[in-house]
Structures are given as structure tokens and as C-alpha cells.
């Protein structure tokens, strides 16, 4: 018959047998999204207005040649604050992203402003939206020969699910086949004290392809 095996608990033998038990609690999903730090979510659903798009089980969204791509289900009560991180590759946009906020798969529509400044390898520009647009900005460029373009895209978002104010910063870099080098810093407000469950993403112009993730920090 095989005799138990003890390790040191810091105060006395135990069990290995009632240690792994005891450990089994911890070995879970609810654990593990209680715990502080980042967490990648995964969206209960999508939608593009043309194109394609699909969600990996890792919670990475690609979508290709859309006019609009919607995120449903990334925001809840479980994180106050988000992590968003987006790259578009061989757009045929002219490097306009805008974004709106959604709650059951509606769009808001109205209560956007937003700033930003630019840099480039010759000037200095700015960008502004006034308050009452329809959308918020998530990332803009003045550069020639964009239909070529890559970009990307770091954005935190704040407070979306709460209904209050919704703010976002954000900072995104690219460079175009004529290997022109930007990068934008700036953000977004929507004051419509709501609460909201998702984004779309539409670009000003043509159809974006890439791909984005969601994070929810955990404090």
C-alpha cells in the first residue's frame, strides 16, 4: 500500500493530497478574472458592413475590405477601464477611423468632440471635433498616398459601461508607401451620461482591414 506523501505548510505537515484539493479553488475562471491586472474579452458577437470578420477564440478580431466593424459585448461591469489596441494593414481608407459607442447593438449618435495633434517628418497639425458630433475620433492622418498605409492604434477607454461620461486617449502611428512617418496623440469625449456595451468603427472613407483586441484592466 503506498504511504501518503507531506510537504510543509509552514507550520505543520500536510497532506499533498489535501493541498492539491485545496488548490483545485483557485484553478478557475471566476479566480482568475478576479485577480488584478489585464484581461484580453472576448466579444459576443460582431459586425462588419461589408467585407469579412471573425473572432478567434483568443478574443483577436481581423476583419477585411469593411466599411464598419462592431464589437458587441466587451464592455460590463466586471472592468471600469479598457484597453483597446488596433492595426489596419493595406487600407483603402484615407486614415480616418471614427468611433461610436453601442449598447445592444445601437449606435450612439450624437454628443462626440475630440482633439489631437500630429506630427510628420516636415510639420505639426491638429485635428478637433466640436462638441455635438456624431462620433468620436480614434485615429487620423493628413499624409499623401494613404491607400497604402499602415497604422496602429493604442487606446484606454474609460468608463464606457458606467452611465457617465466616457472618455478615451489615444496614440497611433503609421507610415505610407512613400514611407512618410506620422504619429498622433489625442482623445475623445461623449458626454451622454449612458451606459454602453460595445463599438463600431467606421472609417471616413473605403473599407479598413486588420484587426483588433480588447482588454478590461483590473484593479
Given at each position: ?86 492595426s489596419l494593414t493595406g ?115 473605403g473599407n479598413i482591414t ?10
Amino acid at each position: 500500500m503506498p504511504k501518503p506523501m507531506y510537504v510543509w505548510s509552514g507550520s505543520a505537515w500536510i497532506s499533498i493530497a489535501a493541498e492539491v484539493e485545496s488548490l483545485a479553488t483557485y484553478a478557475t475562471q471566476s479566480y482568475a478574472d478576479s485577480q488584478p491586472g489585464i484581461k484580453l474579452i472576448v466579444p459576443t458577437s460582431i459586425s462588419v458592413g461589408s467585407g469579412s470578420g471573425s473572432v478567434a477564440t483568443s478574443g483577436r478580431v481581423s476583419f477585411s475590405g469593411s466599411s464598419s466593424v462592431a464589437l458587441n459585448g466587451i464592455f460590463s461591469s466586471t472592468y471600469k477601464n479598457y484597453l483597446i489596441q488596433l492595426s489596419l494593414t493595406g487600407a483603402s481608407a484615407d486614415g480616418v477611423v471614427y468611433m461610436k459607442l453601442r449598447n445592444s447593438g445601437t449606435d450612439a449618435s450624437t454628443n462626440y468632440s475630440w482633439a489631437f495633434v500630429g506630427l510628420n517628418t516636415s510639420s505639426v497639425d491638429t485635428n478637433t471635433g466640436a462638441s455635438g458630433s456624431t462620433s468620436g475620433l480614434l485615429m487620423c492622418s493628413t499624409e499623401a498616398d494613404l491607400n497604402k498605409a499602415y497604422y496602429s492604434s493604442t487606446v484606454n477607454l474609460y468608463r464606457p459601461f458606467e452611465a457617465t461620461i466616457t472618455s478615451m486617449s489615444a496614440i497611433h502611428t503609421g507610415s505610407t508607401s512613400a514611407a512618410v512617418p506620422m504619429t498622433r496623440s489625442g482623445g475623445s469625449w461623449h458626454t451622454t451620461e449612458s451606459s454602453y456595451d460595445g463599438i463600431n468603427l467606421i472609417p471616413s472613407a473605403g473599407n479598413i482591414t486588420g484587426d483588433i483586441t480588447v482588454y478590461g484592466y483590473k484593479a
